[in-house]
């Protein structure tokens, strides 16, 4: 089990390419990809392995830079093989990883990831 007093952000860290990052993540239960991690680490992880568009919440379009890889919630030792998608400035984490746990939201105080 995990547990993020942080709420509701918890540690998670990707694996693509021989590459791994780790920072903070916001979970976004509407969200139904795996991982939006920042446009920053292109550069690090180089073309990527396909371009996605992404309609934001304004309705306007753009492109994402998409690596396959695995993602881990830090603690938990389950990786999840996903898309990982570089896109804005934000860490997010969507119901592609997180519907393979259970997640409890406890009343804005803290997330507990079994």
């Known amino acids: 089990m995990v547990t993020s007093v942080r709420f509701p952000y ?3 860290q990707f694996s693509a390419r021989g590459i791994q ?3 903070s993540a916001y979970l976004d239960t509407g969200f ?3 991982l939006i991690a920042p446009q920053s680490i292109t550069t690090t992880l180089g073309k990527p392995d396909f371009v996605s568009t992404w309609e934001l919440g304004d309705g306007s379009l753009t492109d994402g830079a998409d690596y396959l890889g695995d993602i881990e919630i830090v603690g938990m030792a389950r ?3 996903g898309q990982i998608t570089c896109l804005g400035d934000d860490w997010i984490l969507g119901s592609g990883v997180l519907n393979q746990f259970h997640v409890i939201f406890d009343h804005g105080l ?3 990831i079994h």
């Open 10 to 12: 918890v540690e998670v």
């Open 110 to 112: 803290r997330v507990e």
């Open 79 to 81: 990786p999840i093989r």
């Open 21 to 23: 990052a780790r920072d």
């Open 32 to 34: 139904d990809g795996y």
